[in-house]
């Protein structure tokens, strides 16, 4: 995957014993997996493995878009989870899936979605309307109406400010 952070040796054999898909858990491997998830997450944060734009899109909430304006994290704390209790939670899953691999859309997509917008380095607001058109173009060519999460995810990786990431994730949310 183009945006999958490196493993090493340990953290490869943790990830190996964990089921990231919550559908897939029962009640007692979701409790056999808690300590990995743990321990594979710890040894990330301790070597600095996962991108700063994850990290905020975990904790910060200007990341969080939707009524609620709290963090990601603090969703699981208003939910009455503290400390462990959130990273060993089901629903935790999916961020750590997005802290590990990036973006869930097919690489195509991904690729296109890249050269929609060239040198993130470069973009001003003069291109917003080409990029949201692209990107517009890109979720019907590929069925992901329903990715408007996942299109922000990936704009924030390619080095998207937060500004024009929103921007791309509205302009998903009104494809028809």
């Known amino acids: 995957m ?3 952070i490196a493993l090493n040796e340990d953290e490869a054999a943790l990830l190996s ?3 990231l898909d919550q559908s897939k858990l029962d009640h007692e491997r979701y409790k056999q997996q808690g300590p990995l998830v743990l321990r594979l997450l710890k040894s990330l944060v ?3 493995a996962i991108p700063e734009v994850r990290r905020l899109y ?4 200007e990341y969080q878009i939707g009524r609620l304006k709290t963090s990601h994290k603090g969703l699981f704390e208003r939910n009455g989870r503290q400390g ?3 990273y060993t939670h089901p ?3 999916k961020y750590l899936r997005y802290f590990l691999f990036g973006a869930q859309l097919p690489e195509a997509a991904i690729s296109e979605f ?3 917008i060239g040198n993130p380095e470069w973009v001003s607001s ?5 990029i949201t058109k692209g990107t517009r173009n890109i979720v019907r060519k590929y069925g992901l109406q329903a990715e408007d999460d996942e299109f922000y995810r990936l704009a924030l990786d390619v080095g998207l400010s937060q500004w024009y990431a929103k921007s791309v994730r509205d302009a998903v949310k009104q494809v028809k």
């Open 91 to 93: 629903h935790f899953l």
């Open 2 to 4: 183009s945006y999958a």
């Open 84 to 86: 462990d209790e959130i």
């Open 17 to 19: 014993d964990i089921e």
């Open 126 to 130: 003069g291109d917003i309307t080409d």
């Open 58 to 61: 975990w904790s910060d909430p």
């Open 46 to 48: 301790n070597r600095s």
């Open 114 to 116: 890249e050269e929609v």
